[in-house]
C-alpha cells in the first residue's frame, strides 16, 4: 500500500523525497481515507514491532522500547491529533521510536 501511495504521487515529490507534497486539487474524502488507512496499518506495525523486539532491546540495556505514531502540525505536537486531522494545513505523521538507554 505504501508503495502504491508513493508511486502515484512521484509527481508530486519534493527534491529531497522526504514529504510528499498535495496539490489543493487532490485533496479529498478519499485522500483522507488512505492517510487514515496507512495511518491505521502503522499503528498495528507498530505494535507488532514493539512487542518482537522489546526483550531483545532490554537485554541491550535499552529500556521501555515504544514505538508509536507522532503527529504534528507545522512542529506543534498536540495531544488531540489524530488521524482525523489529515488534511489540516502542514499536518505530518511518522513513526515514532523511543527507549530508555542505560
Do not use: H, P
Amino acid at each position: 500500500m505504501f508503495r502504491w501511495f508513493q508511486k502515484n504521487n512521484k509527481v508530486n515529490e519534493e527534491k529531497d523525497g522526504q514529504y510528499l507534497e498535495i496539490k489543493n486539487e487532490q485533496i479529498n474524502e478519499q485522500l483522507k481515507q488512505k492517510i487514515m488507512e496507512l495511518e491505521s496499518i502503522s499503528e498495528d506495525i507498530c505494535s507488532k514491532y514493539q512487542k518482537i523486539y522489546e526483550e531483545r532491546f532490554a537485554q541491550n540495556g535499552k529500556l521501555n522500547l515504544k514505538l508509536s505514531i507522532k503527529r504534528d502540525i507545522d512542529g506543534d505536537e498536540l495531544e488531540e491529533l489524530t488521524s482525523k486531522n489529515c488534511l489540516e494545513y502542514e499536518y505530518r505523521s511518522e513513526i515514532n521510536f523511543e527507549y530508555d538507554a542505560s
